[in-house]
């Protein structure tokens, strides 16, 4: 007789697109494969909170990523201080505790994963009102350099996604024991390489025609400086095609919509929020982007080039590092330089090589299964 299946709680918040991409990775890998063994349930920590701290974390985050990067940076620095982050932290705690204490006695969880360092405090704090002993591990999302809130209690569980950040927690005083090494976790679908029907299949789905195709994303939230990096392509003296992904932004959608029609560029393909951006990335030779962890990896799991204009300082700067150390991509920020340099990849195929050559010696693997099969344990 088969025993109890287990229930498998995994909580993210909506603050970009790489604390629940990961989470839904795994849980739709458990729900896949182990589902005999165990459900994994997805919960967004701030279903039921008020709308006003909602919308500071979560509409606050996206609005700073892309109108005032500088702030969102200055307030990660700030955060570093270790009064700060316990402040910020009682702060979430304290709106979304109740709806936590609901969401356990409704679920009766056998254990928890947490995928967003805000919710740590809170998830500990509400286990121990209720005097729950529930096991509660940590998936830090940031893969090289991770905002000081994950670790603000070194007695955790951790599973990090690099060597260099496992370096990094035994520096600050976490324990090896707690510390758990995975390759990223990606969807499933990054695993796999496509054949050349398939791709060109995908070219024929999207209507796309050439060799020589650059895409432009930026994640759920398109690319910061959208319009002046599109407006700056339209100066390319080489004959490829493009694809634009604007995600929600509907003001960059519309831009470039209009661009589109000013320029006659009809070798400009625009989209919105999209869930094929795998087949844009099959065909695709070259990625302008912002270095999110999410974004970069998927972008190397599919051996693209990246052409990275942008990222956060300092969340984001070892993704950044790593790829311009490892020579697996390059790093721009001016913008009026880009179609300098998107020309000279495609113009000499021996350079564009050397880079996708670097990024196939990596072996880059998705640690969706190891991770799920960890939580297993």
Known sequence: MKGKKKKYLFLYLKTGGGHLAPARSVANYLNKYKSDEVEAVLADGFEKTKPFAKYLIEDGYR????????????????????????ISSFLVSIN??????????????????????FLIKPVFR????????????????????????????KKRNFVVFSDELKKRCLK????????????????????????ANEIANYKKTHNFKGDKILLVMGGGDGIPNGEAILQNLMNLNIDIEIGFVCGKNKNLYNF???????????????YGYIDFVYELLCISDVVITKCGASTFMEILMMKKVP????????????????LVKN???????????????????????????????NIEKFHFKNGTANVADFILE
């Open 126 to 153: 509400t286990l121990k009102k209720l005097n729950l002993d529930i096991p509660v591990i940590i998936i830090v999302t940031d893969p090289y350099i991770a905002h000081p809130l994950w670790f603000l209690n």
């Open 307 to 322: 052409l990275v204009n942008t990222y956060i300082w300092e969340q984001e700067k070892g993704n950044v590092d790593f």
């Open 96 to 117: 979304i505790e109740k709806y936590l204490k609901e969401l356990f006695a409704y679920e009766n969880p056998d254990k928890i994963v947490v995928f967003h360092f």
């Open 256 to 270: 470039a919509m209009q661009l589109k029609e000013k320029e006659r560029y009809e070798k400009l393909k625009v």
């Open 172 to 195: 600050i005083g976490i324990e090896e024991k707690r510390l758990h090494v995975f390759p990223f976790i990606l969807d499933e679908k990054f695993s796999k390489t496509p054949s």
């Open 63 to 86: 609005i700073l990523q892309n109108k005032s990067k500088w702030i969102y940076e200055w307030i990660y620095a700030f955060h570093k201080i270790k009064f700060v982050s316990e």
């Open 327 to 357: 020579k697996l991509g390059i790093y721009e920020k001016r913008i009026h330089k880009l179609p300098v340099i998107v020309e000279d990849l495609f113009k000499d195929s021996n350079k564009l090589d050397s880079y996708k050559n």
